[in-house]
């Protein structure tokens, strides 16, 4: 048997499926008497629902039902939950107004669900849909979160007056105070983090199902944590109980957290199946995509640096307003607070930080966690708060960075967190070694020589990953805790398969989990299967996101494995007739100390399921464990990114030239897809800084529902990426990983912009940071610098 | 989509009497415009016309000209020897219009008789001095265009062939939409015996146009140096969330220059 160890840069399992067109999305499932649904979706931003007058539509060709809220509010289907409890300043609990899976009433964003027809064909139900006459007292909108608030302003919720869904804050706001009078300096910047559509390439879709003979349901869903979404289909929103409904994700095509959340059309779904007697089939199309997914970020905020004399920093303050859309998304309330003011001490020895965030409904579509998720706007405040520091006052950004690093760990945060490992000067001083730093002088000049102007950004960011111990979560007012489970099955001949709570979706686990299969118990990683995505196969599961599948979905597989052993050492005692104390296991090998016995795990394996050799009353046949495991701490990846880049002052058109990456992920089981990871992350952050701007007009119509004006990142917008890593095995999960998941997309805008503010003098430069934004800086810079001479 | 009736056509002549009988008809060609139209129930004709057959494909030389068949393919204008030979600007300039697969399908007809304000196609007919030759006539590329989306063609009219004359120097620059990848701004030069033409596509609010102005300076002196101070005005540019006008009227100066020093290079 070949291992593949812990550490090989071994090929993906998968992809051979996946490549060859073999995998099984949930649009490639088909099911016989199957119909379409088609979402009728408003086509304005806000309005009172007068009328809606089906009696035409019903009569089209191919209808099977027409559903409306007035039947999902007859059924008594609940709304959509928000998962997290947020408390404002005062103690109030969060004002969170309903969120109808069609609506009742009202509609609040462009695309809001409005009624469902179902279909004998998706072109019979377009039909039908179109045959709807709305009755819409069209109200005006609010779409920016800093209008959301203002006096007058149109109200999207009257559960939530000045559309004002809590006022939270944390840190110790006079101490801050405090700090910020005694300041040498104090930095200032005026931030937006830009609204982002998240685009995995296989778009959102379902198929409910119900068995009448065991009044059973059925739901195939593109979800990257099927449990959960089982969880709320089952104990909130009334669809079936739990041992009633069985919810698949089979293979799924990216999603960057915007597969987490349930949504109204796959509940619409499963609902509508028993309703309507026949399997319902959704697909959406892109535009339906870039309507109604939940966008990610979307901040407004002020952001102020203390420092003394000594460059030392003595506190930090930010006041941000986060846009939530239309509605509170599944973990909508926590992504502006627990995942983002709690990382605002980024890397540095902050004694003091306050932040008050307002979140704010608007008429817009909701917005949720994002790949990062509260963490790279988090890294986005601190590395432009610390590099523009650092400029003014005239230091080094890296010494800057150098003299204010946490270096003595474990580390308390004031804003809650505890980091509990790292080497903050390791990846800095790497990733200038590697970005050659010093060459950029002469780099500098050179380009100018071509009309380029050349910047340098680093971004030394953190995040808090592996999410995570679910007694810190849930005093933090989450409604789930955070562990993980999984189950090994050693079948009699030897093999393996895992069953795991985790979901992959682009992630790599059938190779990576094989990994860990394999060191552990020295059997080829063709012999080791993964299970996942399936409520009737693994018991229960908290799914993938927060970059936790590797330090708490593989840690309970750890565990697991630990039990197997454990296990099998007895049987081997008695297939070699040995005391338990005097068995080893190494290398798939059991062996009797100081003999030359020997049995291999296979033989074992088949001995725990014919029972010969030993007594049922003293050992259990069968050979299968199971674990929970809940992580002791978050973990907190860390690196350094620096990104050079030039911008042609004739046109405005910024080129990355040089990316080096250096990150410290803990223990690293497959580098190779670590590496990928990383490129996917960058991609992603280099998309935020530079390409993707979601645009609503004032009246809140989506400007960039496609491709023809949202701007993807492509290969040709990014360089050829030096990737390296330091290492400090994380002390709080047993396998000693942090997760890689999502570093690239909440390191890379800070480096972007801080390279861009570099290379054109000011710091003033907004994301995206397009050709046309950098030609008007650019423009703006050279009349002024006419009208000084 | 909405249903529609499917005709291939087997002639130019047997397309044009399709065309004038058959309700509510369109030319099929690449389809690369129409039919993500159709798909969106933005357009819906009751008939489509498949041109796929009709033998309007290949490229040839015929004098000082090189004439290009309207069902023939971006890729294959792209990576004609007889083209990239006569005129690499238009080898060029099809080779970047948008991806592989609508290379491979959108044809030289499609795009010219679209006349979408931003493609790339109508900029090249305009600096060359094409001819486009009809099922009917000959219509010089002037005459042709007639305003975004917008054409001189009749009804029952159909694009049969495009004449390119062989210029002694020529360039296409084009100033991608970050997002479309259409032209935001593209700037086509060509020049033959003392004759300079500049057409300009993506920047204005009329569709493509010939810039008389820089055509005049180039005339005197065929140099990117010969562009400067020369302004284009902003009341004529097109603005969107991606280029204001003012910043295609600069852009307009900038990728002329770089069109310029890419033909004398």
């Known amino acids: ?789 | 989509m909405y249903p529609f009736k499917y005709q291939k056509a087997a002639t130019v002549r047997g397309a044009v009497s399709l065309l004038k009988k058959a309700e509510e008809p369109k030319l099929l060609a690449g389809g690369h415009t129409l039919l993500p139209t159709m798909k969106q129930r933005l357009a819906s004709p009751k008939t489509l016309i498949d041109l796929s057959a009709a033998g309007l494909s290949g490229i040839e030389q015929k004098g000082r000209s090189i004439v290009i068949g309207a069902m023939t393919t971006h890729a294959e204008v792209a990576n004609s020897p007889v083209v990239q030979q006569a005129i690499p600007a238009l080898a060029k300039l099809a080779g970047h219009i948008g991806d592989p697969q609508v290379r491979h399908r959108g044809t030289i007809g499609g795009s010219v008789a679209n006349n979408d304000p931003a493609a790339d196609y109508p900029a090249a007919l305009m600096a060359l001095g094409a001819v486009v030759h009809t099922s009917k006539r000959k219509i010089p590329a002037e005459e042709f265009f007639a305003g975004m989306f917008s054409t001189a063609l009749d009804e029952d009219e159909i694009i049969t062939k495009v004449a390119f004359p062989i210029p002694s120097k020529a360039a296409y620059v084009k100033f991608p939409n970050p997002a479309s990848r259409y032209a935001i701004v593209g700037v086509f030069v060509a020049k033959k015996g003392s004759n300079v033409r500049v057409a300009v596509t993506g920047a204005g609010s009329n569709g493509v146009f010939r810039h008389e102005a820089m055509e005049q300076a180039l005339a005197k002196r065929f140099n990117p140096k010969s562009l400067e101070g020369i302004a284009t005005p902003a009341a004529d540019m097109n603005g969107d969330i991606h280029a204001s006008a003012d910043y295609r009227a600069h852009l307009v100066g900038v990728i002329a220059r770089r069109a310029v020093a890419a033909a004398t290079a």
């Open chain 1, 1 to 789: 048997m070949t291992v593949t160890a812990i550490g090989a840069a071994v090929r993906r399992k998968e992809d051979h499926r996946f490549i060859t067109g073999k995998g099984q999305y949930t649009d490639d499932i088909n099911r016989p008497g199957q119909t379409h649904a088609y979402f009728l979706r408003s086509p304005h931003a806000h309005a009172n629902l007068k009328k809606i007058d089906l009696s035409k539509a019903k009569a089209m060709p191919g209808v099977v039902a027409i559903y409306t809220g007035d039947d999902v509010a007859a059924d008594k289907i609940g709304g959509l939950i928000c998962g997290w409890m947020i408390h404002s300043k005062d103690g109030t609990p969060m004002r969170a107004g309903p969120h109808p899976i069609l609506a009742q009433g009202k509609v609040r964003y462009v695309g809001d669900h409005v009624a469902v027809v179902i279909a004998e064909t998706l072109s019979q139900a377009k039909d039908a849909a179109e045959a709807i006459v709305v009755d819409y007292d069209v109200l005006p909108a609010v779409v920016e979160a800093g209008k959301a608030q203002a006096k007058g302003a149109p109200q999207v919720h009257t559960e939530a007056p000045a559309n004002t869904v809590y006022d939270w804050h944390i840190g110790d706001k006079a101490a801050t105070e405090a700090a910020f009078k005694a300041a040498k300096h104090v930095t200032k910047l005026d931030i937006v983090n830009n609204r982002l559509v998240p685009n995995a390439m296989e778009p959102r879709a379902a198929i409910g199902e119900y068995d009448a003979g065991n009044d059973a349901l059925t739901l195939h869903t593109t979800s990257q944590n099927p449990h959960v979404a089982r969880l709320v289909l089952s104990a909130f929103i009334g669809i079936a109980p739990e041992h009633k409904l069985r919810v698949i994700a089979p293979d799924v095509g990216g999603g960057f957290g915007s597969k987490i959340f349930i949504y109204a059309e796959e509940t619409v779904c499963v609902w509508a199946a028993r309703k309507c007697g026949r399997p319902v089939k959704w697909t959406a199309d892109r535009t339906e995509e870039f309507l109604c997914v939940a966008h990610g970020r979307d901040h407004v905020t002020r952001a102020e640096l203390a420092i003394d004399a000594d460059g030392k920093i003595t506190g930090l303050r930010a006041k941000t307003i986060a846009n939530m859309g239309a509605y509170l998304s599944t973990f909508a309330s926590s992504v502006p607070t627990y995942l983002y003011a709690t990382l605002l001490s980024g890397q540095y020895a902050i004694p003091n930080i306050y932040c008050e965030v307002d979140a704010v409904y608007t008429n817009t579509a909701p917005v949720d966690a994002y790949r990062g998720a509260g963490r790279p706007e988090a890294t986005f405040v601190v590395e432009r708060l610390v590099e523009t520091a650092a400029r003014e006052i005239g230091m080094d950004p890296a010494a800057f960075r150098r003299r204010n690093f946490i270096t003595k760990f474990p580390h308390q945060t004031p804003v809650i967190m505890t980091y509990d490992c790292g080497d903050y000067k390791a990846s800095l001083t790497k990733a200038m070694e590697m970005a050659d730093v010093k060459g950029f002088g002469k780099r500098r000049r050179e380009a100018a020589r071509r009309g380029k102007l050349r910047g340098l950004g680093y971004s030394t960011y953190i995040e808090a990953c592996g999410i995570a111990p679910s007694q810190a979560v849930g005093s933090l007012g989450a409604g789930v805790g955070l562990w993980e489970s999984a189950e090994v099955r050693v079948n009699p001949v030897g093999t393996v398969e895992i069953l795991t709570g985790s979901h992959s979706h682009g992630q790599g686990h059938e190779t990576t989990f094989a990994q860990l299969v394999s060191s552990r118990l020295g059997i080829s990683i063709d012999n080791v299967s993964i299970v996942h995505g399936d409520t009737d196969k693994v018991q229960f599961g908290m799914g993938t996101y927060g970059s936790r599948s590797g330090a708490v979905g593989m840690s309970a597989i750890s565990k697991a494995l630990d039990k197997i052993e454990a296990k099998a050492k007895k049987v081997a005692a008695h297939v070699l007739e040995a005391a338990e104390a005097d068995i080893d296991f190494k290398d798939g090998k059991f062996t009797v100390k100081g003999t030359d016995k020997a049995v291999d795990f296979g033989t074992v394996a088949l001995n725990a399921y014919i029972a010969h050799k030993f007594n049922p009353q003293e050992l259990e046949p069968g050979l299968k464990e199971g674990s929970f495991y809940d992580p002791t701490n978050f973990t907190f990846p860390a690196g350094c990114h620096i990104c050079e880049i030039e911008v042609d002052q004739e046109t405005g058109v910024a080129r990355i030239v040089k990316w080096t990456a250096v990150d410290d992920f803990g223990n690293v089981i497959n580098p190779m897809i670590v590496e990928g990871q990383v490129h996917g992350g960058i991609a992603q952050g280099v998309g935020q800084a530079l390409l993707e701007g979601t645009v609503y007009t004032a009246d809140g119509q989506l400007v960039t529902a496609s491709y023809m004006d949202y701007a993807m990142p492509r290969a040709h917008d990014l360089p050829s990426f030096e990737v390296g890593m330091t290492v400090t095995p994380c002390p709080s999960n047993p396998l000693g990983i942090k997760g890689c998941g999502e570093a690239g997309a909440i390191a890379a805008p800070a480096a972007v912009i801080n390279a861009l503010t570099d290379a054109l003098g000011t710091e003033d430069v907004p994301m995206p940071a397009t050709p046309l934004a950098l030609w008007s800086i650019i423009a703006k810079q050279s009349k002024a610098a006419i009208a000084a001479e």
